[in-house]
C-alpha cells in the first residue's frame, strides 16, 4: 500500500517505491514535524494555544523545543486565516486516518458539511514541493472512505 505523502515522491521517481527503500527514515526535521504537528492538533481541537506544553510535545518525538516552537508559531497564524472558511456546520476532526484500496494516509484536518469537504495538511519543512497529489490522495480517500460524491467538491 502507497503512503499519500509518498506519492508526490514516486511520481517524480517511480523506481524509489523498490523493495527495501525505507519511507520513514527518522530525522530531526521530522521530528520536530511532527511535535509541531501534535501541538498544532491541540488547536484545531479547540485548546488555548497558551495551555499547549510545547516542551512536552518536543520531548515526545526527541525534537529541539525552539524548531517546534518556530513552526508552531507559523501554524497558529495558517490556522487564524484558514479556520474561518471551513465549510459552515462542518465536522472537523484532526489527524484523521484514511484508506483507500490503493493508498493510505493521515490527513492533518479533514472537514465536511455534506456538499463540500476540506482537507488540511501542515507543511513544516523547508523545501517548497508540490503537494498536490498528497492531497489530492487524501481527498480521493475521504471520498472512498465516506462514500461522498465524486462531483463534490473537496
Do not use: F, N
Amino acid at each position: 500500500m502507497i503512503r499519500c505523502s509518498s506519492i508526490p515522491r514516486l511520481l517524480e521517481c517511480p523506481s524509489s517505491a523498490a523493495d527495501g527503500w525505507r519511507l520513514d527514515e527518522p530525522s530531526e526535521p521530522a521530528a520536530a514535524g511532527s511535535a509541531a504537528h501534535l501541538a498544532l492538533a491541540g488547536i484545531v481541537a479547540g485548546v488555548d494555544p497558551l495551555e499547549i506544553d510545547l516542551a512536552a510535545c518536543a520531548a515526545r518525538y526527541g525534537a529541539d523545543r525552539d524548531e517546534v516552537e518556530r513552526l508552531y508559531a507559523y501554524g497558529r497564524r495558517a490556522w487564524a486565516q484558514l479556520a474561518p472558511q471551513l465549510p459552515t456546520g462542518a465536522a472537523l476532526r484532526s489527524e484523521v486516518t484514511l484508506a483507500h484500496p490503493l493508498w493510505r494516509g493521515t490527513a492533518d484536518i479533514a472537514a465536511h458539511d455534506g456538499e463540500r469537504g476540506l482537507i488540511l495538511d501542515w507543511k513544516t519543512g523547508r523545501v517548497r514541493r508540490d503537494h498536490t497529489a498528497q492531497v489530492a490522495a487524501y481527498a480521493g480517500a475521504l471520498a472512498h472512505e465516506y462514500g461522498w460524491p465524486s462531483s463534490g467538491v473537496i
